[in-house]
């Protein structure tokens, strides 16, 4: 028994000793981070895409953190901020994050910084006060969007971009949430030909309405297709 307590007290020590490292790690990453904005003109960040290239220079691969922490120093500091600055913030960091995992002469990681980038803005969205919906939207709008225009191709940019909103939920979202992500990666890629299909994930979509229960779906718009599994998805 004496052995047993023992090795759980060493165990304990070795995962607090592994956690430590960490958590300080990033502390000083948003500490560097803050520095470097400091200065900047909050009012034109969203017009000075090199903050996100230097940002992700310094501190990739955490693409997801860094983007956060540029976000709400924006919208904390700013006297305009708006819905379109989401889009737009959420372009360049895409597009930062793109040509950053592209810098090896690879795209081994192409996908994954894409959906770090669309998380951290999201969720650097939604602890700057903006709503569920509307900043999903136009995270989705500007991510998307900044993916295709660096030539990903339509449905590995829809995929990577809506796996960063799926990615970083820390709680079940409004049911709202789901329809509208489907509608807006529907409505951009109808424009290229591409038909693509969202399947939201079990834990955080479903409705209050239905609860647990057979599957259902949800086509959004007619036309498009955006069909939506709300329910017990797999």
Do not use: W
């Not at 047993?4 to 430590?20: D, G, M, V, W």
């Not at 081994?108 to 900043?135: H, P």
Request: charged letters at 20%.
């Amino acid at each position: 028994m004496k052995n047993i307590i023992l090795k759980n007290i060493a165990l304990t020590a070795l995962i607090c000793a592994l956690f430590i490292p960490i958590v300080a790690f990033s502390d000083s990453v948003e500490s560097d981070i803050k520095s470097y904005l400091d200065g900047k003109n909050p009012q034109s960040l969203s017009d000075y895409p090199p903050v996100f290239t230097s940002v992700y220079g310094d501190h990739a691969p955490l693409i997801k953190e860094s983007t956060q922490v540029t976000v709400i120093h924006y919208f904390n500091e700013t006297d305009k901020g708006n819905y379109e600055d989401i889009a737009t913030l959420t372009g360049q960091a895409v597009t930062a994050a793109i040509a950053e995992a592209r810098s090896d002469g690879n795209e081994n990681d192409l996908t994954q910084y894409i959906t770090d980038a669309v998380c951290g803005s999201f969720q650097g969205s939604l602890r700057s006060a903006y709503k569920e919906v509307g900043s999903e939207t136009k995270v989705v709008e500007g991510g998307l969007k900044a993916a295709l225009n660096a030539g990903v191709q339509p449905n590995s940019a829809a995929t990577a971009v809506v796996r960063g909103i799926d990615a970083c939920l820390q709680k079940r979202l409004d049911y709202a949430v789901a329809p509208a992500i489907g509608a807006t990666v529907g409505e951009i890629l109808g424009a290229t030909g591409v038909s693509y299909r969202y399947i939201a994930p079990y834990q955080a979509y479903l409705p209050p309405v239905f609860g647990a229960g057979e599957t259902q779906y949800f086509s959004d718009r007619p036309g498009f297709d955006t069909e939506v599994c709300i329910s017990n998805c797999i």
